[in-house]
C-alpha cells in the first residue's frame, strides 16, 4: 500500500492447504519498492511467503512484535521443508534456506512505544487478540489514514487479552479480515466447559483423548482450559501429553508474561509455566510416544491441528481404529479437503472411512468438535466497524461466503468493498 507517497509491504503469507499457495506477488511490478514490510503476527498465511518478498526487496526492513519475531523463527524453520517442497512440486519460484535466513536476519523489533516512523508515515501498533504477538496497525501520513486489521479476536481467550479497539480513529481506509464474517460464535465458556467434561469422560472410561491443534494459539488456549478446569476441582487430574510444535512455541508464550492476561503472566511468574507444568502436562518426544500409549489413559495435545502431517497424525493413526473408548475432539477451522474436515463429516454421519498417511482407516473412535475460535464473528466485525467509522471498508482474509455476507451486514455509510485477488489497484 501507499500512505502520504510512502510504500509499505504489509504480511505476505502461504496457504497451508491446497494448491493456491502464494498471493499475487506479480502485482508488486505495479509499485515501487516497499520502504518497510510490516507483519502483523506469525500465523503461516500472513508469513509463509515473507523469504521470497524479502529477497525480491532485500533492503526493506522487516518490523515485527518481540514475540512475533520469535514465533516467526520457529514456525519458519518448522515448515521450511514442507514449504519447498510444495513450491517445487507446483513449479514457483525457489523457496530456499538462504531466503529463509535472510528474512529472519532482516526482522527488526517495533519500539516497546508501539510507534515507527517509516518515510513520510507513523505507524502505530494496537494489540489485535487472536494469538501472542498479534497487532493491527495506523498508518497516517500525508493527510491520509489507514486502519489494518490482520487477524483479530475481540474476546479475551485463557491467555491473551482480547484487541485494543481505537475510538474516533476515523481512518479514510479500513482493512479488515472477515474469516467469520457469515457467523456469530457459539458461546466460549459453553463450548470450554463441553470439551473439559468430554476429555474427562473418555479419561474416566479408560480412553485417550486426542486434541488435534494449530501449534501457536489454539494449543496454548486447549492447555489452559484444560487445567484450569482440574485447579477448580471441576474436573478430576488426569495427564496431558503434549507433542510436536506445540512444545517449542507453549515456552515462547511462557517467555512473553507481559503479553499474556495478568493471571496467567501472574502463574507464569510464581510458578515458572502455565503450560507444561509439572506432574501434570508434559511434552513428548518421538520415542516416547509408545509409551504414552502404552501408560495410563490420558489427553494428548499434538499439532498438526487439520491431521495433515506431524505428531497428531502419528496419535489418530492409532487412536482412531481402536475401540470406541478413544476419542479426537477438533477445536479449529478445518479446511475444506483437510483430514480433519473429512473426520467431521464423516462423525455426521457421512461414511466411516478415512485415510492418513495414505492408509485408510475404518473410523471406531468417538469424534466431536469444539468452538474455540480466535477471530472475531460476524457481530463483533461489524461493531468493530461503527466504532473505527472508516470511509470505506476493505473485507479480506475470508472465503468468499463469509466476505460476501460481511459486505451485506455492514451499514453502507462504511462503504464496504470486496477486494478481488488478482491485480487490481485501488485508490482513495
Ligand atoms: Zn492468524
Ligand atoms: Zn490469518
Redesign the pocket.
Known amino acids: 500500500m501507499q500512505v502520504g507517497g510512502t510504500h509499505l509491504l504489509i504480511d505476505a503469507g502461504m496457504r497451508v492447504h491446497g494448491d493456491d499457495l502464494l498471493p499475487a506477488i506479480g502485482m508488486l511490478d505495479d509499485f515501487d519498492p516497499p520502504e518497510a514490510i510490516l507483519v502483523?503476527?506469525a500465523?503461516a498465511?500472513?508469513i509463509g511467503a515473507l523469504p521470497m518478498i524479502h529477497s525480491l526487496y532485500p533492503d526493506a526492513p522487516v518490523y515485527a512484535t518481540p514475540p512475533t519475531a520469535d514465533l516467526m523463527n520457529i514456525m519458519m524453520r518448522d515448515s521450511f521443508k514442507i514449504m519447498e517442497q510444495r513450491c517445487r512440486t507446483a513449479g514457483l519460484p525457489s523457496y530456499n534456506k538462504e531466503q529463509m535466513q535472510a528474512l529472519l536476519e532482516a526482522v527488526r523489533l517495533f519500539p516497546a512505544s508501539g510507534i515507527l516512523k517509516i518515510g513520510n508515515v507513523k505507524v502505530t501498533c494496537y494489540r489485535a487478540g487472536?494469538?501472542l504477538g498479534?497487532v493491527m496497525f495506523a498508518i497516517e501520513g500525508g493527510g491520509e489514514e489507514l486502519f489494518v486489521t490482520?487477524?483479530l479476536s475481540f474476546k479475551a481467550g485463557r491467555t491473551i487479552p482480547g484487541a485494543e479497539v481505537p475510538h474516533g480513529l476515523r481512518p479514510d481506509v479500513l482493512i479488515m479480515e472477515s474469516t467469520y464474517g457469515n457467523r456469530v460464535h457459539a458461546d466460549r465458556h459453553t463450548e470450554e466447559k463441553r470439551l473439559a467434561d468430554n476429555v474427562a469422560e473418555v479419561i474416566a472410561g479408560g480412553g485417550f483423548a486426542l486434541i488435534p491443534a494449530f501449534a501457536?494459539?489454539r494449543a496454548q488456549e486447549v492447555l489452559l482450559v484444560l487445567q484450569d478446569y482440574m485447579d477448580r476441582g471441576l474436573i478430576p487430574e488426569f495427564p496431558i501429553y503434549v507433542d510436536g510444535l506445540v512444545t517449542p512455541i507453549s515456552e515462547i508464550y511462557r517467555r512473553y508474561p507481559q503479553y499474556l492476561k495478568g493471571p496467567v503472566a501472574h502463574r507464569i511468574r510464581k510458578n515458572g509455566d502455565v503450560f507444561l507444568t509439572e506432574g501434570r502436562c508434559k511434552a513428548v518426544k518421538p520415542k516416547e510416544r509408545e509409551g504414552v500409549l502404552k501408560g495410563k489413559p490420558a489427553c494428548i495435545v499434538a499439532s498438526s491441528g487439520m491431521l495433515i502431517g506431524g505428531a497428531s497424525v502419528w496419535y489418530a493413526e492409532r487412536l482412531i481404529k481402536d475401540e470406541k473408548k478413544n476419542a479426537i475432539f477438533i477445536t479449529g477451522y478445518q479446511d475444506e479437503e483437510s483430514p480433519g474436515r473429512k473426520l467431521l463429516n464423516l462423525a455426521e454421519g457421512a461414511d466411516h472411512l478415512l485415510e492418513l498417511n495414505g492408509v485408510v482407516y475404518d473410523v471406531k473412535c468417538r469424534v466431536d468438535k469444539y468452538g474455540l475460535s480466535?477471530?472475531g464473528d460476524a457481530g463483533e466485525l461489524t461493531r468493530f466497524t461503527e466504532t473505527l467509522d472508516p470511509t470505506y471498508t476493505l473485507l479480506v482474509h475470508g472465503d468468499d461466503e463469509a466476505r460476501f455476507q460481511l459486505n451485506e451486514t455492514i451499514d453502507p455509510r462504511f462503504h464496504p468493498l470486496l477486494v478481488e485477488k488478482r491485480r487490481r489497484i485501488l485508490s482513495f
Open positions: 502483523t503476527h500465523h498465511d500472513h487472536h494469538i498479534a490482520g487477524d501457536l494459539g480466535a477471530h
